[in-house]
């Protein structure tokens, strides 16, 4: 069975705060794929990233940056010097090689940035 | 029109009508996703088409009804819904069905059924 966690329902920071998104993530399988997906209110989820179970290397993109741990099951999120636009919904996902196109979501984090 | 577009962005119904939801996607990809968002749940997979196949049913109720009649376009066909039905659907693709392939998603459909 394949499960995402984002134990996080809600977070709020003020703008340029650094914030990380947790992801803790179950599987049976060696390979798989994590996603990270972004739901702003106009409510489409807009494709952050992909990483395969093979690459454990952390990925940085301006602002944000992705810790995969294979060790603790996690692959987590980091927004520095957060801005307003970040507001959104943000959801991990996990996808198993055995499990065709199925695409776990987790339950996804609010993240509220004021001014 | 680029990416994956939906139409119309909102619906109200009653649980008598027929309406349907409309997904094209402008992508080149060969398998398309029908997902249901209801409030406090995670997204759920409801159909998957490969190649204007249809590949998975997640034990969706029949009031729901896809229809894919080529790889670019997917509709979504509903008939005497019930309000527990009201959610944002969802429709996605990737370049294939399987692996590593990311999904893109559209806008959504806002569905609110009286």
Known sequence: AQKVTQAQTEISVVEKEDVTLDCVYETRDTTYYLFWYKQPPSGELVFLIRRNSFDEQNEISGRYSWNFQKSTSSFNFTITASQVVDSAVYFCALRQETSGSRLTFGEGTQLTVNP | ?114
């Open chain 2, 1 to 114: 029109e680029t990416g994956v577009t939906q139409t119309p962005r909102h619906l109200v119904m009653g649980m008598t009508n027929k309406k349907s939801l409309k997904c094209e996607q402008h992508l080149g990809h060969n398998a398309m996703y029908w997902y249901k968002q209801s409030a406090k749940k995670p997204l759920e997979l409801m159909f998957v088409y490969n190649f204007k196949e249809q590949t998975e049913n997640n034990s969706v109720p029949s009031r729901f009804s896809p229809e894919c009649p080529n790889s670019s376009h997917l509709f979504l066909h509903l008939h005497t819904l019930q309000p527990e039905d009201s959610a944002l659907y969802l429709c996605a693709s990737s370049q294939d069905w399987w692996g590593s392939e990311t999904q893109y998603f559209g806008p959504g459909t806002r569905l609110l059924v009286l």
